[in-house]
């Protein structure tokens, strides 16, 4: 089991950038898939990034170009940088974690307790 804790949310306006943090616990982080998820209000949850144990990224549609997502192994982190936000960004944000052959999200993974991004226009 890992204990992931996520940061670095915050108000901010339409155009500014912000950077999320996840760290997790325990020594074997390097063997976890990553990403980060999103909800907003009456809406369902939604994936947004992830970067596997071998750091294969993935993106939505909505974010790429616009965010990143990376890991440091050794610091046990993943983050988000994300640029250009947009009020349609505004959500709660998720890190989340699997081991081999658990899929990101799924009732076998791992959350963080969330970070509210707000953008105003």
């Known amino acids: 089991q890992v204990d992931l804790v996520d940061s670095g949310g915050g108000l901010v306006q339409a155009g500014d950038s912000l950077t999320l943090s996840c760290t997790a616990s325990g020594r074997t982080f390097y063997m976890y898939d990553a990403g980060w998820f999103r909800q907003a209000p009456g809406r369902e949850r939604e994936f947004v990034a992830s970067i596997n144990w071998r750091s294969r990224i993935d993106y939505v549609d909505s974010v790429k170009g616009r965010f990143t997502i990376s890991r440091d192994n050794g610091k046990s982190t993943v983050s988000l940088q994300m640029n250009n936000l947009q009020p349609e960004d505004t959500a709660v944000y998720y890190c989340?974690?699997?081991?081999?052959?658990?899929?990101?999200?799924?009732?076998?993974?791992?959350w963080g307790q969330g970070t509210q991004v707000t953008v105003s226009s």
């Open positions: 989340n974690a699997a081991t081999e052959g658990y899929k990101l999200g799924s009732p076998q993974s791992y």
